[in-house]
């Protein structure tokens, strides 16, 4: 496939300003629905990427980093993990008050923690873990992740995981893939350290 003076003039300037080859288009991919198996996607997409010399941002939202795959991750040079909101309120009691003051200090990390670094990492590959949860339970406006989405580098790959989309963000995604749950054993069986964390 022969590649135009365009693609080639972009390719040369990410290679440029960050050493790596980087990808001709990144894509919007989500990965939703009530079954297993949205974070295990992104995680395996990471480390595909990682593994061709691409550099990925994985953001993990309302999960505490203690599980497996993240420890192993850490020592992955070409991904950086970004653990910026690892509680949700649903698992703690909270007051209103206290509830819309967690709300503006997710829309601060939101801003301070992940914009920023995104715009300042050049990521080819940028992983929002859990980030359609805080679209969902009102944590962040859709509007600030539409904007992410139109303001992120071109070549960069944007993967969203939680068991929730809009229309908008349907609309917008390149790819969407459904986890269904067909079978289950919770809560009989808890999750299982290996196994689900």
Known sequence: MKRDKETVKRERSIYK??????????LVQIYTGEGKGKTTA????SLRAAGAGLKVGFFQFFKRPV???IKLLRDIKNIDIYNPAPFHPTFQYMSKSELERYKKRFRRIWVNDVINTIKQKHYDVIVLDEILIAIRDGFLDEDNLLRLIEERDKNSEIVLTGRYITERLTDRADIITEMKKIK???P?????????Y
């Open 188 to 196: 009989e069986i808890r999750a299982r350290r290996g196994i689900e």
């Open 67 to 69: 599980s497996g795959e």
């Open 17 to 26: 300003r960050t050493g790596r080859q980087g990808l001709e288009k990144g």
């Open 42 to 45: 992104a995680l395996g997409l």
């Open 184 to 186: 289950h054993p919770f």
